[in-house]
């Protein structure tokens, strides 16, 4: 009988397969997939080397909106965690940790031991990874405010570690950001004490500026930038304005309106060699910027943090689809009185959120023909208000209701409390984290003699997004655990380690579990049968 094991400390693949230097791990791959064509199925295999650079470079991340809730709370919880802070609340004494964060949080399955024990580690055991306690935090914000008393505005941390926090983050102080007007809300206006001036090229050209001084001050080896700022509503796709690479740079240049401010620091980023990632719902990446990162071979990710409702959905509708059963409406209301709700309460920017939370469940329905006709999707409605008293803990209601066995309905009430920036912050982490990572690894196919980096849009960080950024011809994945389960797979080909399955079929037959030892006694995970 098998139990639950888990491997805390570091620990090295024997395989001919996998093979340690100074500077790389470098792994034999085969990588199969299983190829439809018409009536015939065929096995596909491609051989393939996995190259992961062992060292981790010292990294800047510099956020756009850092004096924001989430901003402010990104760099308290990694001072907190760093000085190993700990705080009384009214249930007890906390401690710093970083719950909610995929890469540093959760754990995965490595193999089994010799008596058939599933063994864990951390999931930040897998390969060399960035640590948020190591990471050099700087970013701008339209907002002046330093970031311990945003941390006071933002009412997201107790009061007890905040008091704890407030020497280490009074001094940190925004650098001036770009504001366009046009495209957040009016509201957002009375907070805009710390903007730049001048036109659209100049703006991006002092961007440029403080990304290689924050660069040079720090003495860093790679600088990530990061959007939590206000949602933009979206930019209107235009031809010879945004559609592909030398417009976006000319549009800059003449000062066009449909260039957000965004697209601005996402073309200052790739330009200067920085990955750039958006967490909000607006199309900051038009074609334009895409085409300018393939040029530059610059990663971009995005679109808008996956953190609460809609993580609840994509494993919700996952569920029911994958069970046969088929929702057919789903009714998605949520209320918060953060800035980023009041920023939501105009109209625009909420279609920008509508358009990111209405997509998430797209590629689940469309998996699944004996429950839909093709075009065939759920009533699907997402309704946002903004109620100051409630701050940054968002209520989000849901209703799904769908169709069962011989014409009966089910339906699935569902209430959530979310402590929006509490979510949001962890997410942050790992999306710098695993961007990082992928900056270290490249492949190469057999047959082949250079290496090959990841395609600059890089889809692997979908599961902490909402609206995944794909490369064109690549599909759109919204399941979950499908998406935790590429980051987990991926991190198993760099050490040459098969991909995880759940066929467990030592335990399916009576001669493979009379062959597992028992030495051992099982633990109270053990399930008798």
Same mark, same amino acid.
């Given at each position: 009988?098998?139990?639950?094991?888990?491997?805390?400390?570091?620990?090295?693949?024997?395989?001919?397969?996998?093979?340690?230097?100074?500077?790389?791990?470098?792994?034999?791959?085969?990588?199969?997939?299983?190829?439809?064509?018409?009536?015939?199925?065929?096995?596909?295999?491609?051989?393939?080397?996995?190259?992961?650079?062992?060292?981790?470079?010292?990294?800047?991340?510099?956020? %756009?909106? *850092? !004096?924001?809730?989430?901003?402010?709370?990104? $760099?308290?919880?990694?001072?907190? @965690?760093? #000085?190993? +802070?700990?705080?009384?609340?009214?249930?007890?004494?906390?401690?710093?940790?970083?719950?909610?964060?995929?890469?540093?949080?959760?754990? %995965?399955? *490595? !193999?089994?031991?010799?008596?058939?024990?599933? $063994?864990?580690?951390?999931?930040? @055991?897998? #390969?060399? +990874?960035?640590?948020?306690?190591?990471?050099?935090?700087?970013?701008?914000?339209?907002?002046?405010?330093?970031?311990?008393?945003?941390?006071?505005?933002?009412?997201?941390?107790?009061?007890?570690?905040?008091?704890?926090?407030?020497?280490?983050?009074?001094?940190?102080?925004?650098?001036?950001?770009?504001?366009?007007?046009?495209?957040?809300?009016?509201?957002?206006?009375?907070?805009?004490?710390?903007?730049?001036?001048?036109?659209?090229?100049?703006?991006?050209?002092?961007?440029?500026?403080?990304?290689?001084?924050?660069?040079?001050?720090?003495?860093?080896?790679?600088?990530?930038?990061?959007?939590?700022?206000?949602?933009?509503?979206?930019?209107?796709?235009?031809?010879?304005?945004?559609?592909?690479?030398?417009?976006?740079?000319?549009?800059?240049?003449?000062?066009?309106?449909?260039?957000?401010?965004?697209?601005?620091?996402?073309?200052?980023?790739?330009?200067?060699?920085?990955?750039?990632?958006?967490?909000?719902?607006?199309?900051?990446?038009?074609?334009?910027?895409?085409?300018?990162?393939?040029?530059?071979?610059?990663?971009?990710?995005?679109?808008?943090?996956?953190?609460?409702?809609?993580?609840?959905?994509?494993?919700?509708?996952?569920?029911?689809?994958?069970?046969?059963?088929?929702?057919?409406?789903?009714?998605?209301?949520?209320?918060?009185?953060?800035?980023?709700?009041?920023?939501?309460?105009?109209?625009?920017?909420?279609?920008?959120?509508?358009?990111?939370?209405?997509?998430?469940?797209?590629?689940?329905?469309?998996?699944?023909?004996?429950?839909?006709?093709?075009?065939?999707?759920?009533?699907?409605?997402?309704?946002?208000?903004?109620?100051?008293?409630?701050?940054?803990?968002?209520?989000?209601?849901?209703?799904?209701?769908?169709?069962?066995?011989?014409?009966?309905?089910?339906?699935?009430?569902?209430?959530?409390?979310?402590?929006?920036?509490?979510?949001?912050?962890?997410?942050?982490?790992?999306?710098?984290?695993?961007?990082?990572?992928?900056?270290?690894?490249?492949?190469?196919?057999?047959?082949?003699?250079?290496?090959?980096?990841?395609?600059?849009?890089?889809?692997?960080?979908?599961?902490?997004?909402?609206?995944?950024?794909?490369?064109?011809?690549?599909?759109?994945?919204?399941?979950?655990?499908?998406?935790?389960?590429?980051?987990?797979?991926?991190?198993?080909?760099?050490?040459?380690?098969?991909?995880?399955?759940?066929?467990?079929?030592?335990?399916?037959?009576?001669?493979?579990?009379?062959?597992?030892?028992?030495?051992?006694?099982?633990?109270?995970?053990?399930?008798?049968?």
């Amino acid at each position: 009988m098998s139990s639950y094991k888990n491997l805390d400390g570091q620990f090295t693949v024997e395989s001919d397969s996998c093979k340690y230097t100074d500077d790389a791990i470098i792994a034999d791959y085969s990588y199969e997939t299983t190829i439809v064509e018409g009536n015939t199925v065929k096995p596909s295999a491609l051989k393939m080397q996995f190259k992961t650079e062992r060292k981790v470079g010292k990294t800047g991340v510099m956020l %756009v909106g *850092l !004096g924001g809730n989430n901003g402010c709370t990104c $760099v308290a919880g990694a001072i907190a @965690n760093k #000085l190993g +802070l700990t705080w009384e609340t009214k249930e007890g004494t906390q401690k710093s940790n970083y719950w909610g964060s995929l890469l540093l949080a959760s754990t %995965v399955k *490595l !193999g089994n031991d010799r008596q058939g024990n599933s $063994v864990y580690t951390p999931m930040s @055991n897998m #390969l060399p +990874l960035l640590k948020p306690n190591d990471i050099v935090w700087g970013g701008w914000d339209i907002n002046g405010t330093n970031l311990g008393d945003a941390m006071k505005r933002s009412k997201v941390l107790d009061y007890d570690l905040q008091s704890k926090l407030y020497p280490h983050m009074k001094d940190i102080k925004p650098l001036p950001s770009i504001y366009f007007p046009d495209f957040i809300a009016a509201n957002q206006g009375e907070r805009a004490d710390n903007v730049l001036t001048g036109t659209k090229q100049e703006q991006m050209e002092q961007i440029r500026k403080d990304i290689r001084d924050f660069k040079a001050k720090n003495e860093l080896d790679q600088v990530i930038l990061l959007w939590t700022a206000n949602t933009e509503r979206f930019s209107a796709v235009e031809e010879g304005v945004n559609d592909n690479a030398e417009n976006i740079l000319s549009s800059i240049e003449m000062g066009e309106a449909e260039v957000s401010a965004s697209t601005v620091f996402a073309v200052a980023s790739i330009l200067e060699g920085c990955t750039f990632i958006n967490g909000s719902p607006q199309n900051t990446f038009v074609p334009g910027v895409v085409e300018l990162a393939r040029q530059k071979k610059v990663f971009i990710a995005g679109d808008d943090f996956k953190s609460g409702q809609t993580k609840m959905k994509s494993v919700m509708v996952d569920f029911l689809v994958s069970a046969g059963i088929k929702p057919v409406s789903i009714v998605s209301y949520n209320h918060l009185g953060n800035n980023d709700g009041k920023n939501l309460s105009a109209p625009s920017q909420f279609r920008s959120k509508e358009i990111s939370k209405s997509n998430v469940v797209d590629d689940m329905v469309a998996s699944n023909r004996i429950l839909f006709e093709e075009d065939e999707h759920p009533d699907h409605v997402v309704v946002i208000k903004y109620v100051p008293y409630v701050a940054d803990s968002k209520r989000a209601m849901d209703e799904y209701t769908s169709e069962i066995f011989m014409g009966g309905k089910n339906t699935i009430a569902m209430h959530n409390t979310c402590e929006d920036s509490l979510l949001a912050t962890p997410l942050i982490y790992d999306l710098v984290i695993l961007g990082e990572l992928c900056q270290r690894v490249q492949v190469k196919k057999e047959g082949e003699t250079e290496w090959e980096s990841f395609h600059p849009v890089l889809s692997l960080l979908s599961y902490m997004l909402k609206a995944p950024l794909v490369p064109n011809g690549a599909p759109v994945v919204n399941a979950l655990f499908t998406q935790r389960c590429a980051i987990v797979n991926l991190m198993r080909a760099c050490l040459g380690l098969a991909p995880d399955n759940h066929m467990t079929l030592e335990h399916r037959f009576e001669s493979t579990l009379a062959a597992l030892s028992t030495d051992e006694p099982a633990n109270k995970k053990m399930r008798l049968g």
